[in-house]
């Protein structure tokens, strides 16, 4: 039996020195855009729950939003939906081995973030 010689491969632990390529950035932006919308879901139900409960509390839930730092958080909320939603795509594609290369593995990854930003500036322009 021929003899296996297992090659040691460097190991670089530090988080700050390492350089993730566009699809590996793309793919933690997924997931942190999936656990927050996860966690804010609750409580995005509940103060769409209060602000219908009359017309008072709609008229103080209006006038909250209607101050630029909750307009800010809410276009971090819209860009998490919408950048979650396109990368899904790029992902189902990926599971159909769909551009699975190298080459179209790193278009796909631009395309998500050249979709995802321009179409969060449109609807915050349009709901916000």
Same mark, same amino acid.
């Given at each position: 039996?021929?003899?296996?010689?297992?090659?040691?491969?460097?190991?670089?632990?530090?988080?700050?020195?390492?350089?993730?390529?566009?699809?590996?950035?793309?793919?933690?932006?997924?997931?942190?855009?999936?656990?927050?919308?996860?966690?804010?879901?609750?409580?995005?139900?509940?103060?769409?729950? *209060?602000?219908?409960?009359?017309?008072?509390?709609?008229?103080?839930?209006?006038?909250?939003?209607?101050?630029?730092?909750?307009?800010?958080?809410?276009?971090?909320?819209?860009?998490?939906?919408?950048?979650?939603?396109?990368?899904?795509?790029?992902?189902?594609?990926?599971?159909?081995?769909?551009?699975?290369?190298?080459?179209? *593995?790193?278009?796909?990854?631009?395309?998500?973030?050249?979709?995802?930003?321009?179409?969060?500036?449109?609807?915050?322009?349009?709901?916000?």
């Amino acid at each position: 039996m021929a003899e296996m010689t297992i090659k040691k491969r460097p190991k670089n632990l530090d988080l700050t020195t390492i350089r993730l390529p566009l699809p590996g950035k793309v793919s933690i932006l997924h997931r942190v855009s999936g656990a927050g919308l996860f966690l804010l879901l609750p409580v995005l139900l509940c103060l769409f729950s *209060a602000s219908l409960t009359s017309p008072e509390t709609f008229d103080t839930f209006k006038a909250a939003f209607a101050s630029l730092p909750v307009k800010d958080i809410l276009a971090g909320l819209i860009w998490a939906y919408v950048h979650h939603f396109c990368a899904g795509i790029r992902f189902l594609l990926l599971d159909l081995h769909v551009g699975i290369d190298l080459l179209s *593995a790193r278009k796909s990854a631009a395309v998500v973030l050249a979709v995802s930003i321009p179409l969060t500036l449109v609807l915050w322009g349009v709901l916000l």
